[in-house]
């Protein structure tokens, strides 16, 4: 670390405390030489954070770097570039590559790959063997070679006995399981949300029911055995209802929102002419869906926001809708979703926003929350929450461009990350 920087005339907030005050932070070598009023630079680089705030970093915990394998998608560069352009210093990536994170060689090289990087990157390796379903993959070999938690992210444990021992071999290790919650049996092949819009398209649906299902297994799962369990992108109501019930018995589970659940609803698939980029698993769902979600942001039901990053090529995108896989961007559009959606209504304090994005993802996945202790690395994101634009394609930096929100309006822009002794601006 080399890194001489101070931050001038922002406002510090504390994301685990809540607490705000203006103030400069000084960077020596990389770490924290002290936070306080008129501080001299001593020689080190100025960055004048006038009208803007200066958080602890902030972590997305769900997103597809899509290496190795796919890298026509992205990479865990490109990844990092658009993670970095976004506000987020650190990201954990799903094990849905090829071949799949389900086997230590692979946590280590992904860790490999990372090194160096502006943006901590932190391995989630597959419950089962390939994800494929059938058998547990080495768990605590991949813990052990630094995997965070273990999912099978897009591929749903169908059988409860599995998920059960699942549960119980992630706690010997100290490691949660993140959770993409569907009972496929539930879910014959659909395409969108099932209900009036999808009717009308003449598209299969996707019922809230079989999300809901499932959560209300793996939330049992989790109370019964005392493994960690954490439900990945919420998506309706009855979703938030059950998770909602089962932290009020006390079991051991979490839950995430993606900004797209919030933003959008189902009609958008109607409205934007069957948009692929509309297109994503769980799918947009309805307007008291969307209310539900901002209500279990709002009481804690839901602890943390994440993304769902999930790029994909042009020509995979460029086909009729049911052709078309399911995901989209997510790191580039979060903070300005947030502010316009959440913040700006009232539905959460800017401070309660950034825990959600500083501090809850890495309690969930039992990894140091950075603060601005003197003599502790710097790890921070400069932000504001008032800056109104418009998002457009030349705001994306990942190596897809995947996204239905190219013209939305946008309130709020992450400026600056610093960490691993470097900065990087938004440019």
């Known amino acids: 670390m080399s890194l001489d920087l101070l931050i001038s005339g922002g406002t510090v907030l504390d994301a685990v405390t809540g607490a705000s005050r203006r103030a400069d932070v000084l960077i020596r070598d990389g770490k924290i030489a002290a936070v306080g009023d008129a501080l001299d630079a001593g020689g080190a680089d100025v960055y004048d954070a006038a009208g803007k705030t200066v958080s602890q970093g902030w972590m997305d915990m769900h997103v597809h770097l899509r290496e190795p394998g796919q890298e026509h998608k992205e990479t865990i560069q490109t990844g990092a570039r658009a993670a970095a352009w976004g506000g987020f210093t650190a990201v954990a990536c799903m094990p849905n590559t090829d071949p799949p994170i389900a086997t230590r060689d692979v946590v280590e090289f992904v860790r490999k790959r990372a090194e160096g990087l502006a943006v901590d990157v932190y391995p989630i390796g597959a419950v089962t063997k390939g994800r494929r379903g059938e058998a547990l993959a080495e768990m605590a070999d991949m813990a052990a070679g630094g995997a965070v938690a273990f999912s099978d992210d897009g591929s749903p444990v169908q059988h409860g006995g599995l998920m059960r021992r699942a549960l119980e071999y992630a706690r010997t290790v100290g490691r949660p399981v993140l959770g993409h919650e569907e009972d496929l049996t539930l879910n014959p092949h659909g395409h969108m949300n099932e209900g009036a819009v999808a009717t009308r398209l003449g598209l299969p649906g996707i019922p809230g029911l079989a999300e809901e299902a499932m959560i209300a297994r793996d939330c049992l799962l989790a109370e019964f055995t005392g493994g960690r369990f954490h439900v990945c992108h919420i998506s309706t109501a009855r979703a938030v209802d059950v998770v909602r019930e089962a932290k009020r018995r006390g079991a051991p589970v979490t839950a995430e929102a993606c900004p797209h659940h919030w933003a959008l609803t189902d009609e958008a698939v109607e409205t934007s002419g069957y948009d692929t980029n509309t297109k994503m698993h769980p799918p947009l769902r309805t307007a008291a869906d969307v209310q539900a979600i901002k209500d279990g942001l709002a009481d804690g039901t839901i602890d943390a926001i994440a993304t769902d990053h999930a790029p994909h090529a042009a020509f995979e995108k460029e086909v009729e809708f049911i052709e078309a896989p399911f995901g989209i961007l997510g790191l580039e559009t979060c903070w300005g979703l947030t502010v316009r959606d959440l913040v700006r209504p009232g539905v959460l304090t800017l401070a309660q926003v950034v825990h959600k994005l500083a501090v809850a993802p890495r309690e969930i996945l039992g990894l140091d929350v950075p ?42 822009r992450a400026w600056a990350v610093v960490n691993n002794g470097q900065l990087v601006e938004a440019d």
């Open 371 to 412: 603060t601005f202790d003197v003599g502790g690395a710097a790890n921070l994101t400069v932000f504001d929450d008032t800056t109104e634009w418009t998002f457009g394609r030349e705001h994306v930096r990942s190596k897809s461009h995947n996204t239905p929100f190219v013209g939305s309006p946008m309130v709020g």
